[in-house]
């Protein structure tokens, strides 16, 4: 891995670790804000707004920052988010301060994308990206629970101090390894340029993918322990290794589509989207038999992302030329899709359908997925449109 490119890994798994953890000190931070575990909650809803909708506008308002400094400013941002909620007095301040890390994050992989595949040639773009994406995979993996764990031995505040310390690490690789860049020039009509990028077709088409995905992602995972319990029949002490298990696909799965992604993208991902709408039917047949279903999850969770790469890969190609709205919409578009994910399965499950039903709506997600994929890819051959160049300002 080139040494820019780990420097913007450590501070992806920093901000991914910091979004998910929450969940795994969950019941700490509850009674120590003396609020009921469900209120607390929202720290996690919070968080992905954060993300969706401050994060594209952050983007925009410093479009003519120079993007190493922009990279800097919002891995301090992180570090001092950690240190406010470490010392938060009560719900309210703590959600207000994730919120505002959670603007940053969402910022800051957008623009670190940008970042990453100028700073490889074009053949190796698909692999910068899945550099990016394994720092969210590997912060599952390892960061949470471990996150958790030091939380669960000297309480959920030590968590925070220890993501700060992982920040200033973070901080301190961008400052020594990212090299300097130049702001964007003064242009008029760039604004107007950003939003027309949306318009073509390989751009929208590609955040549909990106939806469905979440949807045949996050509905089953939402809901994945009490479907291990009912339906599976596991003990709960089994069901944080099948968790692992998902973590460990999914950190394999980033890197096999960087390499798809700069092989052959559109037909990669027209076979990965399809292979993975059977791979959720195996599921649901598989839900009752834990052998079967933990190599069911492991592939389930590689899938996942190995998808995720080419897609995000393609938004960033195809927006090459104009790329602070769009690319920050990438985390904006993945949690949208979260958002929707827990809604959809909710309402699924308040209508009376049970656990074992969440798999198949994700394979009716992906297999539309791979419908537009296929469209999307006759369309661009058709017309012989090329993706516009990419510069690193």
Known sequence: MPLP???????AFAFGTTEFVIAGILP????????S???????????AL???????????????????????????AFCLGQIAC???????????FRIATAIAHGAYFGIAMVVAIGLVPQAFRGRAVS??????????????????????????????????????????????????????PQQSGHFSREVRVLGRQQVWTSLIMMLALMIGQMVPFTYITPLLREVTGLDAMFIPWMLLLNGIGATLGVFIGGRLSDWKLMPSLIVMLAVQ????????????????????????GALNFAIGTPIQARILMWTADAPSLASSLIPSGFNIGIAIAAIVGAALLEGGYGYRSLPVLGAFALALACVVAILSA?????????PPHAALR
């Not at 470490?86 to 207000?96: E, I, K, S, V």
């Not at 006759?378 to 090329?386: D, L, W």
């Open 5 to 11: 490119l780990f420097a913007l890994f450590l501070a």
């Open 28 to 35: 700490d931070v509850a009674q120590g804000l003396g609020v």
């Open 37 to 47: 575990i469900p209120f607390a909650g929202y720290l996690v809803s919070g968080y």
């Open 50 to 76: 954060g993300i969706a909708l401050g994060g594209p506008f952050l983007t925009m308002a410093t479009r003519r920052v120079s993007r190493r400094t922009i990279l800097l400013a919002l891995t301090v």
């Open 86 to 96: 470490a010392l938060a007095p009560n719900f309210a301040t703590m959600l207000l």
């Open 131 to 184: 550099v990016i994406l394994a720092g969210l995979t590997v912060s599952n993996v390892i960061g949470v629970p471990v996150g958790a764990a030091i939380g669960g031995f000297w309480g959920w505040r030590t968590t925070f101090w220890a993501m700060t310390l992982v920040g200033i690490l973070a901080l301190a690789a961008i400052w020594i390894l990212i090299p300097p860049t130049k702001a964007d």
């Open 277 to 300: 709408a059977a791979v959720l039917v195996v599921l649901y047949l598989v839900s009752p038999y834990p052998l079967l279903m933990a190599v069911t999850i492991f592939v389930w």
């Open 378 to 386: 006759a369309r661009e051959s058709r017309s012989g449109a090329v």
